[in-house]
Each structure stands twice: as C-alpha cells, then as structure tokens.
C-alpha cells in the first residue's frame, strides 16, 4: 500500500522556522519525484517545491525560492521541506506528492497545516 505521510507543521512567528516531513512507503522511492504542494482558503493548490529521488533535480517557486529548501533522506524514504523566513502568507494546508515524472503525481499524502502569526 502507498503511503506518504506529511508532518512538522505548527503555529510560527514570522520570520521562524519549520521543517515539514514527507515519509513513503509501499512504492521504489528512488525512481519517484516527490512534490510540495500548499492551499491556502480560498486559493488555488500550488506547487512550491519537488525533487526527483535518483538525481536530486529540485524545483521551486518563485514565491518560496531562497527561503525553502527540499532536501531527501533515500534511506529514510523521506523528504523534507525546511522553510525559513517564514511569513503570513506562507499560511497553508501543506500536501507531498509523489510521481514518476516531475510535475505528473500519482500518490497524495494527507496534509499538515501551516500557520505564520504576524
């Protein structure tokens, strides 16, 4: 059974920090890209960052680029998403994804929400 399950996300001061984690099983995590996604209410799901497992190819957008980074632990079967610099607009049900190709997602995890206080 496929699993990706999201963690780390909390209540932070802007500015402060998270690490979110995305932990898979039941699928060749080295042939996968994993994605980070976020929704905020009442806005579109976006995605904010992906790394493809074998080659460590990584993607961000631009409205998180310079303060995320995506990292992964093969051994762990595990990505993790650090953010730093955080800010209110950063507020959002965070989602991993995982998917043969970047971009094209075929397992979902649940997601863990993130909140920035101003």
């Known amino acids: 059974e496929v699993q990706l399950q999201a963690s780390g996300g909390g209540l932070v001061q802007a500015g402060g920090s998270l690490r979110l984690s995305c932990a898979a099983s039941?699928?060749?995590?080295?042939?996968?890209?994993i994605g980070w996604f976020r929704q905020a209410p009442g806005k579109e799901r976006e995605e904010i960052s992906c790394v493809s497992s074998s080659d460590g190819t990584t993607y961000y957008a631009d409205s998180v680029k310079g303060r995320f980074t995506i990292s992964v632990d093969n051994a762990k079967n595990t990505v993790y998403l650090q953010m730093d610099s955080l800010k209110p607009e950063d507020t959002a049900v965070y989602y991993c994804?995982?998917?043969?190709?970047?971009?094209?997602?075929?397992?979902w995890g649940q997601g863990t929400q993130v909140t920035v206080s101003s």
């Open positions: 039941g699928f060749t995590f080295d042939d996968y890209a």
């Open positions: 994804a995982a998917g043969l190709l970047i971009g094209r997602y075929d397992y």
